[in-house]
């Protein structure tokens, strides 16, 4: 069972990322994937590249959210590296490719089961959707405080 879970820590969160645009917020997350072991440096740039044909960015009720993620190459270890934006960043529409959103929240999954990402992906829309929370997320400064709540939403604590 624990095997399931995904790692979400204070060390994959930046709670004031201040990033120039969409390929530079994912090189600081995915730097975070890297460092910690979760990722190889080559799923950094397969991310980018997915990114660029099948953009993430959503208009959720409280902010624009982009979910950038990548194919299990690469993946060493499933995670969740979170950047609560400083300022806007623009990304591409997940729904319309010729559209930027601006987000305020970044989730950037590296997650080694197909079938697995697509209940992760599931349950980050649950928190963005739940104005509530994503309030919570928005208003947050402190990195263990972000990832307790993501970690609660995402492998069922409390």
Known sequence: MMSN???ISPKLVIPMLRATSSEDAIRQLGGLLVSDGFAKATYVDAVLERERDYP???EFPLCGVAMPHG???GVLGAAIAIGRCAGPVSFKRMNDFEQDI???LIAMLAVNDPTGHLDVLGKLI???SDEPMC???LACRDSSEIARIINDAINGRG
């Open 5 to 7: 879970a995904i790692a």
């Open 56 to 58: 993430t960015g959503i």
């Open 71 to 73: 194919e299990p190459d």
């Open 102 to 104: 601006e987000v305020g």
């Open 126 to 128: 649950g928190v963005f």
């Open 135 to 137: 309030g919570q997320l």
